[in-house]
Nanobody, 128 residues
Framework: QVQLVESGGGSVQTGGSLRLSCAAS????????MGWFRQAPGKEREGVAV???????????SVQGRFTISRDTVETTSVTTLYLQMNSLKPEDTGIYYC??????????????????WGQGTQVTVSS
């Protein structure tokens, strides 16, 4: 069973930075895509950034130029870590951030329906 564990959330002021991490383990897929999604209070979960199986990236318009998605795999432990570097944070970036994984896809859309595996989420709060 795929395990996704997020970390790195917290509270920052407008203009600050945070780096989220997601440790992905317990799977043996040869290729897969991963993404970051967020959900603000009272709103639906939305896509933030996706990294395809072979490294292509896509971003929501609202975070383009401020956020960077990346990932790294340690072969000896078979653990992949997904990152989201968030700069120039705004109050509207506040929400619970979720890591997601989908095996067997090259370039999935930035949509929750495109992903089957999810982490438990980490809270990001940006104050003005």
């Amino acid at each position: 069973q795929v395990q996704l564990v997020e970390s790195g959330g917290g509270s920052v002021q407008t203009g600050g930075s945070l780096r989220l991490s997601c440790a992905a383990s317990r799977f043996t897929y040869n290729w897969y895509s991963m993404g970051w999604f967020r959900q603000a209070p009272g709103k639906e979960r939305e896509g933030v950034a996706v990294i395809g199986a072979f490294g292509s990236t896509s971003y929501a318009d609202s975070v383009q130029g401020r956020f960077t998605i990346s990932r790294d795999t340690v072969e000896t432990t078979s653990v992949t870590t997904l990152y989201l570097q968030m700069n120039s944070l705004k109050p509207e970036d506040t929400g619970i951030y979720y890591c997601a994984l989908q095996p067997g896809t090259r370039n999935p859309p930035l949509a929750t329906a495109a992903f089957n595996y999810w982490g438990q989420g980490t809270q990001v709060t940006v104050s003005s």
